[in-house]
């Protein structure tokens, strides 16, 4: 099994700045990791997929990169609607299907 | 656009079985290498990936459900269903059904379509 490491745990921001958020695996996934934001109250919702390509629908201050065992999810500007958890999933060695533990984004 | 709902009971006793189903609108998963998915979500925790069922019903577990687990799809309702036996307090959880695919071209290999989840609990 591919197990997923999230860190930090959690990331006290304010909104305006930059969000950099970590996923590493514990086994080489090549490019294919996925993100998911999960609001309060809400299912996941996708962000990027294939390590860096943008979900329909997703704004551009969302970005992901990285390949192997190491991948990050960066949000260039935080917007107040981007105070979330956020998960990483890998899909390269399945099953079973993996996600990380999550990253809290929250306000400072 | 591709809709899923879940749908099912929200409490059961421990030892029962679990049964969950999931109702598609909008379109199907029926394209090739796509799945309907199976993820649980523990109140206050990370996600778990339970099972995946392909249009024909070819299944994928989650071997530490496996046990206990049975996907199913009815193709003429499009539903899929999940079965979980002999639950205790540990599978409380939001289920969720949730379409992803895995393919490279022209698809997008994730979970892109989620439903709004159902709550189970267990409680004696």
């Known amino acids: 099994e591919t197990v997923l490491t999230q860190s930090p745990a959690t990331l006290s921001l304010s909104p305006g700045e930059r969000a950099t958020l970590s996923c590493r695996t514990s086994q080489n996934v090549d490019i294919h990791l996925a993100w998911y934001q999960q609001r309060p109250g809400q299912a996941p919702r996708l962000l990027i997929y294939?390590?860096?390509k943008r979900a329909t629908g997703i704004p551009a201050r969302f970005s992901g990169s990285g390949s192997g065992t190491d991948f990050t999810l960066t949000i260039s500007s935080l917007e107040p609607e981007d105070f979330a958890v956020y998960y990483c999933q890998q899909r390269k060695q399945w099953p079973p299907l993996t996600f990380g533990g999550g990253t809290k984004v929250e306000i400072k | 656009q591709l809709q899923l709902q879940e749908s099912g009971p929200g409490l059961l006793k421990p030892s029962e079985t679990l049964t969950l189903t999931c109702t598609v609108s909008g379109g199907s998963i029926s394209r090739s290498r796509h799945f309907c998915g199976w993820v649980r979500q523990p109140p206050g925790k990370g996600l778990e990936w339970i099972g995946s069922?392909?249009?024909?019903?070819?299944?994928y577990y989650n071997p530490s459900l496996e046990s206990r687990l049975i996907i199913s799809v009815d193709t003429s309702k499009n539903q899929y269903s999940v079965r979980l036996s002999s639950v205790t307090a540990a599978d409380t959880a939001m289920y969720y059904c949730a379409r992803h695919s895995d393919c490279s071209d022209d698809c997008v290999p994730a979970f892109d379509v989620w439903g709004q989840g159902t709550l189970v609990s267990v409680s004696s």
């Open positions: 294939e390590a860096s």
């Open positions: 069922i392909t249009y024909s019903g070819t299944t």
